[in-house]
């Protein structure tokens, strides 16, 4: 789950839970939050997620369960959980549990050369222990160098820097003071200065950084806003000096971007070597997962026989899911309200974030013109499933007016009444989920009863 601060008065929050819509009690499903708010204009914008699902409240409380009594309404917990990993030692179980006993050979060593035949296609890798390497097909895993792809196949890149500015990363370790308040079932994010801030508690420390553009902050002014922040009340126990000072942070460079191909001949771009958005809603994870699954997909679907066609058409497909994914991370500073710090004043004001509002082309993919056109005609901002309705709500946006709450309640036979009465229904269902919350244990003492005992 995705939990993003915004350090306004009043904050934007919006919360992007699991799970499905709850739509117990609500006659006008998606539409009924949006009524409410058009008849009642101070409805508090983070109110949509937990109107919506249960599992926000129980998030909020920073409690957990495998709601076995259903209590949690909406919640199933072996399809809408997921955990936070330390990537490297999931790597590692990956390969001493998956990969090695599949027979896989392991080999380390440092590439030297390339050799690539008269077709284009690489023929060998060489190395630094004197191996020569051949294969099939390669698989291009070497990061931002992109080795394989870009500087060996050619392949060009295109950069995301018209719409994304966040080009720069910070990392860090810190310790908890109090595991048990500390350690959050959600991801969180918080905007600052020149970007924002994740968070992500594991088991034996907080993971946390900073993604910020390098136009808008030096190195150095990067790192005093990010131990500010340590310090300051966006932490969940703030003052914590010590440990903001003792934080060792290790500067990263992003580049953001996608090759115009992910396949070419025989060498296939998994990960950062394909392209990356940037941090936010951990899309690079989902796209490595995604160029996987497909790359398997494509071998096995005829039984290892691939054609052009295959290659192109996975390209087609890729390509597409990630300037998807970037129109929807770059909907994250399109809709912000903020403009307290020339970053801000820049991101929410100086850019056009999508050319497609000038030169129209009807997509029900494109956030851009689902918002732009939705939020004027008293339809939802997307399907329901979608990430856009949540930060959309989170944000302010509501795609109804009053005027198109008094018609749609007349259109559903109803009136304002009716609405309060819905709104009434589910506060005393959030009264009674409260009381259930304070059954239920912590999120650190779920985990130590059922995963670290």
């Not at 790192?223 to 310090?231: A, P, V």
């Not at 971007?257 to 951990?282: A, C, D, Q, T, Y």
């Not at 974030?353 to 939705?374: D, F, G, H, L, R």
């Not at 856009?388 to 302010?396: C, F, N």
Request: net charge negative; aromatic share 12%; hydrophobic share 35%.
């Amino acid at each position: 789950m995705l939990h993003t601060k915004r350090q306004l008065d009043p904050p934007h929050v919006f919360h992007y839970p699991f799970g499905k819509l709850d739509y117990s009690d609500k006659p006008r499903m998606i539409m009924d939050w949006f009524i409410a708010k058009a008849n009642n204009p101070s409805l508090d914008p983070y109110s949509f997620s937990q109107f919506y699902h249960d599992s926000v409240l129980m998030t909020d409380a920073n409690k957990l369960t495998k709601n076995h009594d259903h209590k949690i309404r909406g919640f199933d917990f072996d399809t809408d959980t997921a955990y936070h990993m330390d990537a490297t030692l999931f790597g590692e179980y990956l390969k001493n549990n998956i990969c090695l006993p599949a027979g896989l050979t392991h080999i380390v060593d440092n590439v030297t050369d390339i050799k690539v035949d008269e077709n284009g296609r690489i023929k060998q890798v060489l190395t630094e222990s004197g191996q020569t390497l051949e294969a099939d097909l390669y698989i291009d895993c070497t990061g931002f160098k992109s080795l394989l792809l870009e500087q060996t196949m050619g392949v060009d890149f295109i950069s995301f820097n018209d719409t994304l500015l966040n080009d720069s990363a910070i990392a860090t370790v810190i310790p908890y003071v109090d595991r048990d308040y500390e350690m959050e079932c959600v991801t969180s994010c918080t905007a600052i200065e020149s970007g924002w801030v994740w968070n992500i508690p594991l088991w034996n420390r907080i993971g946390t950084g900073y993604v910020y553009s390098s136009k808008f902050a030096t190195e150095e002014q990067a790192e005093q806003e990010f131990r500010n922040h340590l310090k300051s009340a966006n932490m969940r126990i703030p003052g914590q000096i010590e440990r903001a000072n003792n934080a060792k942070f290790k500067h990263i460079k992003i580049k953001h971007g996608v090759h115009k191909r992910s396949w070419e001949k025989n060498v296939v771009g998994i990960g950062l070597s394909m392209g990356f958005i940037e941090p936010l809603e951990s899309t690079g994870l989902m796209l490595t997962h995604e160029g996987i699954i497909k790359l398997v997909h494509a071998i096995q679907l005829r039984n290892g026989v691939v054609t052009q066609f295959d290659i192109d058409s996975y390209n087609f497909a890729f390509f597409d899911q990630i300037t998807q994914f970037k129109d929807f991370i770059s909907m994250h500073y399109a809709l912000s309200t903020r403009a307290d710090t020339p970053y801000w004043q820049h991101v929410s004001e100086n850019i056009t974030y999508s050319q497609k509002m000038n030169n129209y082309e009807p997509s029900i993919y494109n956030p851009y013109v689902t918002m732009a056109y939705n939020t004027f005609q008293a339809k939802s901002y997307a399907t329901e499933g979608s990430g856009i309705i949540y930060i959309a709500a989170g944000m302010g946006y509501n795609c109804v007016n009053k005027t198109h709450a008094d018609f749609l309640s007349h259109r559903f036979g109803e009136n304002a009444t009716q609405t309060d009465t819905t709104w009434e229904i589910w506060k005393d269902h959030k009264n009674q989920v409260l009381e259930h919350l304070k059954t239920l244990p912590t999120h650190h003492e779920f985990l130590r009863q059922t995963i670290y005992k």
